[in-house]
């Protein structure tokens, strides 16, 4: 075999070579920005997404009397669920176990906020809200509003309500469980009760680190 033949041989090995080092490390590349599947948290009674859930639009009052939508619910955690003041029992629990909860949370987990969502704007003014939800933390707020957007973004929460009379009374049946909402607005997670401080805030643990490092594998960083 000629030198020039024998050098034309090793010239075309070593391309091929670098054209197959290439691939196989794009390839590994890709895999590895391949974002991790949600993390299975049913022994903390919740069910995460792996991609978010659209949260509906909506222009509903907060309990300082500011109009608030959608896009003002960006840019932090928040634990929101359908309630209304008056309720005797699965609220005020609901609301007790969220403060616990905010106890527990260690220093290196952003700091979510609490929304209680009424489902008897009738009834639940501003000032209502306000002084219910000041009574649990500063982190804790209130929506009311029209009756028919809060129907909507309680179905796009999975949660339902409904009014009833007893005895010249309005009570409303509502979902029981929390969803929380990613930074980006959307529904990440919903827990079930029987809600326990304890297993909230591991379950919020899991899930922001279950979050942060998919996020850190998109972007390289």
Known sequence: MSGSVRTTLIVLLLV?????????????????????????LAEYNAYVYDQGRPLAEFSLTDENGETVTREDLKGRWTFAFVGYTNCPDICPAAMANLRRMDGMLPADL????????SADPEHDTPERL?????????????????LETTRELAKSLSAVFQHRQVDDQLLVDHSGHFALLNPQAQVQALIQPPHKPEQLAEAYRRIYQWARANRERATGS
């Open 16 to 40: 091929v070579a670098s054209i197959f080092s290439f691939v196989v490390y794009r390839q590994m590349n890709l895999v590895s920005a391949e974002p991790e599947p949600a993390p299975d």
């Open 130 to 146: 306000r002084d219910y939800t000041g009574f649990f933390g500063d982190n804790f707020h209130g929506l009311t509003g029209d």
């Open 110 to 117: 952003p700091q979510p906020d609490y929304l209680l969502i």
